[in-house]
């Protein structure tokens, strides 16, 4: 009897020429005959697949097309889950791999003319948008955590597997440089730090030179070129965990941002990708024991203070091939560049606080929003029988600035002042120890002159009304 032929993905079928809709992703994940839960219902009722494969101790979460435009992660990650079992048997007794390829289902059935919803993206044609169905960005919702899409994978996924490491796929627009890959690490300051210095300074740098020796694949940190003061610099996004790497890196967990470059044909840039996430997951498993021991370790780790305020910095310099430059009006941003130049610069890929804050033994809060959005989070909380009477430190507000236009849907709030005591306390509502294994990300949540907390995301007040309360 003849095995039966193995499904090709849409990408495949058409040499490169389109992307997988959603009901071929369903029907080729269906073909795979792999167990599938459906992890949330998008806004416009598409179920979110979640397929799990292999059976290994260290559980890995790969999520691809949350900015839908950006088809090559949702292909690769089709293909992986097709070819390991065949091509990587051992890996699979080293790890659980829970995939989701299409993270946002309804942003890829926005299906448009690739010119306007990727400028400059060599490919496919056709392609969806990068919002969401009800028009978000939702790698900037991580901590407010508004989206189906975002609460269904905190259950299913964060709460539920609480995998080790998470990978994160897109594409990437900016700077004409000569890489086919660029990728990052957690950015924040406050992730656990050996968790930190393992991604940065070990396992990217190992995939890096092992890609570039076996396969002649280009990779670096990513970056964008762009004027610090005077000095031209190789300059990293943002350290805020509404990001979704940021954010599995505050939970003390390992993440991987990929982003490969646009201006690649999309064939090359399924092909990077695949590759590049082929490679973090071998590294993986190699040091599955240690990734393992530094999960543990980051749940146990507690810090006297955190940082609520943080600065770019730089690494050193390095030489990077950036495009040769010629006037914009000759250069075609949907293919790649053909003419390098050796430029050395500045590489800021990493961020320091410039203002901390003790964390406190508790925060003390009285707002049933705030409490459902913590539970969300998998924040440990204790629901008080009595009102809390003891002295308590309220939080008094020196300065606050209110942003003027909307960003994802939000006025942004800024708030500076101090934690003054002490309150004499007649509090009800709910007691949240620091002491627990999410501390970082409790503290980023409800620390007031946090810029991404729920304070700033104007989920809860400091003023007028005190929400939130501490122990110091
Ligand atoms: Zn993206």
Redesign the pocket.
């Known amino acids: 009897m003849p095995l039966q032929a193995k499904p090709q993905t849409r990408a495949e079928r058409t040499a490169y020429a389109e992307t997988s809709r959603y009901d071929d992703v369903i029907t080729f994940l269906e073909a795979l005959k792999l167990p599938i839960i459906w992890m949330a219902t998008s806004d416009q009722g598409r179920k979110v697949p979640l397929v799990t494969i292999g059976k290994g101790k260290l559980k890995v979460y790969v999520q691809a097309n ?2 839908a435009g ?1 088809v090559e992660g949702k292909e690769a990650a089709l293909m992986l889950l097709r070819d390991l079992p065949s091509t990587h048997p051992k890996l699979l007794e080293k790890l659980t791999l829970f995939v989701c390829p299409i993270y946002n289902c309804d942003g890829n059935e926005k299906w448009g003319d690739g010119k306007r919803n990727r400028g400059s993206q060599d490919g496919p044609d056709v392609i969806g948008e ?1 919002a969401n169905g009800a028009g978000l960005d939702i ?1 900037r919702d991580c901590m407010k955590a508004e989206s189906p899409e975002m609460r269904g994978v905190l259950e299913n996924i964060y709460l539920k597997h609480d995998p080790a490491l998470v990978l994160d796929l ?3 627009n900016g700077t004409r440089h000569g890489f086919h890959l660029t990728y990052s690490p957690p950015l924040s300051p406050n992730t656990d730090p050996d968790v930190l210095t393992y991604v940065r300074d070990t396992l990217l740098p190992t995939v890096r030179k092992k890609l570039d020796k076996d396969k002649a694949w280009k990779l670096f940190d990513y970056g964008n070129t762009e004027r610090r003061g005077t000095e031209r610099v190789w300059a990293t996004f943002g350290e805020e965990p509404r990001y979704v790497t940021n954010y599995a890196g505050l939970r003390g967990r390992l993440a991987v941002l990929s ?1 490969a470059a646009s201006f690649l044909p999309f064939e090359t840039r399924v092909k990077v990708t695949y590759d590049f996430v082929l490679a973090v997951l071998e590294e993986a498993a190699k040091d599955s024991t240690k990734i393992q021991k530094l999960v543990k370790d980051a749940d146990k780790r507690r810090r006297s203070e955190l940082g609520v305020r943080f600065e770019m910095a730089p690494r050193g310099t390095e030489t990077i091939p950036l495009e040769k430059t010629r006037p914009e009006s000759e250069i075609d941003h949907r293919k790649a560049p053909t003419e390098f130049e050796q430029v050395t610069l500045p590489i800021w890929d990493r961020f320091k606080p410039i203002q901390s804050r003790p964390v406190p033994k508790a925060y003390l809060v009285h707002d049933d929003s705030v409490i459902a959005l913590l539970q969300r989070h998998g924040i440990q909380m204790k629901n008080l029988a009595t009102p809390y009477t003891r002295a308590v430190q309220a939080f008094v507000v020196r300065q606050k600035s209110v942003g003027r236009v909307a960003f994802q849907g939000h006025k942004l709030v800024q708030v500076e002042g101090e934690w003054v005591a002490p309150t004499t306390g007649n509090i009800g509502g709910w007691i949240v120890p620091t002491d627990q294994p999410r501390q970082a990300l409790l503290f980023h949540l409800l620390e007031p002159e946090s810029l991404d907390g729920l304070v700033a995301w104007g989920l809860t007040e400091v003023e007028p009304q005190i929400m939130i309360f501490r122990l110091p």
């Open positions: 949350i900015h950006e990068r790698n897109h594409t990437t982003e």
